[in-house]
Nanobody, 121 residues
Framework: QVQLVESGGGLVQAGGSLRLSCADS????????MGWFRQAPGKERAFVAA????????YYADSVKGRFTISRDNAKNMVYLQMNRLKYEDTAVYYC??????????????WGQGTQVTVSS
């Protein structure tokens, strides 16, 4: 059983930064690809970033490329999303997901409860 718990969300002004964290309770975290998604009000859940189990490859949505960085610490069972130069349109609930390194929601087997990120303009 894998449980994912996100933290680090909050209210930030446009241009600011936030760092999201996701704690994975599973025993095989170091062999698990991980991803971040987000869902804005009235919109579908959308891919943000993904990282392979070895951190050998990372993937980003075009809308966040160059501003967001995904990373992981396999010794701590943690995955992070550093978000810089935040924009109003980054406002959403951010979800940590486990089990794939793709852009498709259906490919991920486990999900966290989400953390709210609000960017004020």
């Amino acid at each position: 059983q894998v449980q994912l718990v996100e933290s680090g969300g909050g209210l930030v002004q446009a241009g600011g930064s936030l760092r999201l964290s996701c704690a994975d309770s599973g025993r095989t975290f170091s062999r698990r690809h991980m991803g971040w998604f987000r869902q804005a009000p009235g919109k579908e859940r959308a891919f943000v970033a993904a990282i392979t189990w070895s951190s050998g490859s990372t993937y980003y949505a075009d809308s966040v490329k160059g501003r967001f960085t995904i990373s992981r610490d396999n010794a701590k069972n943690m995955v992070y999303l550093q978000m810089n130069r935040l924009k109003y349109e980054d406002t959403a609930v951010y979800y940590c997901a486990a089990g794939a390194a793709t852009t498709r929601v259906a490919d991920y087997a486990y999900w966290g409860q989400g953390t709210q990120v609000t960017v004020s303009s």
